[in-house]
């Protein structure tokens, strides 16, 4: 509920998402570009937006995918129904 009492409509979306190919598994060199992706994404204008709008501290998830050898990052955000209106029309 919101401050007026009213239910409001909450989404967690996947607000950005990259690969990285599993060659560099557990590495320094893996590290850094990850946190590189990161901070690029967190300084442009979406991240930046999605910062400021979600409801909580967007969060980072990877998982392997053992058939394309690869790793896949999501970076997910909690948003109200109007931000996330916003968000779709604008960088989905």
């Given at each position: ?50 910062i400021e709008h979600s ?27 109007t931000d996330m209106t ?7």
């Amino acid at each position: 509920m919101n401050d007026q009492g009213r239910v409001e409509e909450i989404w967690k979306v996947v607000v950005h998402s990259f690969d990285l190919n599993e060659s560099y598994r557990g590495s320094k060199e893996n590290e850094a570009i990850v946190a590189d992706i990161l901070n690029k994404w967190e300084n442009s204008e979406a991240g930046k937006w999605v910062i400021e709008h979600s409801i909580e501290k967007p969060k980072l998830h990877h998982v392997l995918d053992l058939y394309a050898s690869m790793r896949r990052y999501k970076i997910t955000a909690t948003l109200r129904g109007t931000d996330m209106t916003y968000w779709e029309l604008k960088y989905g």
